[in-house]
């Protein structure tokens, strides 16, 4: 394929670092989070450039990234990286959203970015929505040794995790000024789009926090404002890896004494998370609150508990349900009448 750029075409690069930083984290204030994984999907892009196409990072020009290389890129995604149609959905949402920053920077490449806006996302199948009955948590949360610094750790970390529905990378950011001690025991979240919420902590786990908050050393030479709550080796505050490595180490122990344990669910924090949300759901609570306690923007996020929860549909269908069908059925093998017609109808 021909490369046409046109007279005075730039070099993607720039418009790139101007469309991460500029753009995303000043205009747009992005949190840190959504900006990394912006930025890894043009990394990935920028990788299939040179070491397919052969064009490398540095001579890299907006005329290059036209529809048909975006499409063979996500092509690759699939055939060659075995990425899934959900993956491919999200790199191809970042660079959709490039073109749209290039079509108003640069216009002459408006037609170039039209047509890019123009490809279409792939279908995918509905997300699953399993999660851990009421026993499952119960056990999880008594799985570590709280009598240890890091089993006291991790049943704080975990029991939080659940009482709050957090994000792990909400979890993540908590420090110990973000925890009210007056009672109720409150949590300070910062959720999307440097949004704060404060969720309560049920009584038996505000009793565990106290206890844990008292126990804990505090990072030598900080404030409390940026003393991670929660911290692994060296007073490193825990990655969202360090988060699902704790959970999936609980969940291993557990299943090697019972193998039917949350069986065929791959339990991660974000499971976790889901849990507390159809777990209020099923107590009667109004979406509304869930959707606070979530953090979700719009209640219409929040719905798909209520389209997932077959529980509650059945539960609904049936205190709703009227009986219209005589009981019992009557015989139609006694009725001589229409046995007569039927006789007589198909002789």
């Given amino acids: 394929m021909s490369r046409v750029i046109p007279a005075g075409g730039d070099l993607a690069g720039r418009w790139l670092s101007k469309f991460l930083t500029d753009h995303l984290a000043g205009e747009r204030d992005l949190s840190p989070q959504t900006i990394t994984s912006y930025r890894d999907a043009i990394k990935l892009l920028l990788t299939w450039f040179r070491d397919v196409i052969g064009i490398p990072p540095e001579k890299l020009h907006l005329a290059d990234l036209d529809r048909a290389r975006v499409l063979s890129f996500l092509d690759w995604l699939q055939t060659e990286r075995g990425n899934s149609a959900a993956t491919r959905n999200q790199r191809l949402a970042v660079i959709r959203s490039f073109a749209q920053y290039t079509a108003v920077e640069r216009p002459e490449f408006l037609d170039q970015a039209t047509q890019i806006l123009a490809v279409k996302q792939k279908k995918t199948p509905a997300a699953e929505m399993g999660h851990l009955t009421g026993d499952e948590v119960k056990a999880l949360l008594a799985e570590p040794d709280a009598g240890t610094r890091r089993g006291l750790r991790d049943t ?189 109808t198909y002789q």
């Fill in 156 to 344: 704080i970390l975990l029991s939080t995790l659940y009482d709050t529905a957090a994000r792990v990378q909400e979890l993540c950011d908590l420090n110990t000024s973000d925890i009210r001690t007056a009672h109720p025991m409150m949590v300070t979240l910062r959720g999307k789009g440097s949004k704060t919420r404060r969720v309560p902590l049920m009584d038996p786990t505000a009793r565990l926090m106290a206890d844990y908050l008292d126990r804990r050393v505090p990072h030598p030479g900080v404030g409390a404002d940026a003393d991670p709550l929660f911290f692994g080796p060296e007073h490193t505050r825990l990655t969202r890896w360090g988060v699902t490595k704790i959970l999936a180490r609980h969940v291993q122990s557990l299943r090697r004494r019972d193998p039917g344990y949350a069986a065929g669910l791959n339990v991660t924090p974000h499971v976790i998370r889901r849990t507390r949300a159809m777990h209020l759901l099923h107590a009667g609570v109004n979406l509304i609150y869930i959707r606070d306690l979530l953090g979700h923007a719009d209640v219409s996020t929040t719905e798909i508990y209520a389209r997932a929860d077959t529980e509650a549909k059945r539960n609904a269908i049936e205190s709703a349900y009227q009986s219209l069908t005589p009981e019992p059925l009557p015989d139609w093998t006694a009725d001589h009448d229409l046995l007569e017609w039927l006789d007589h």
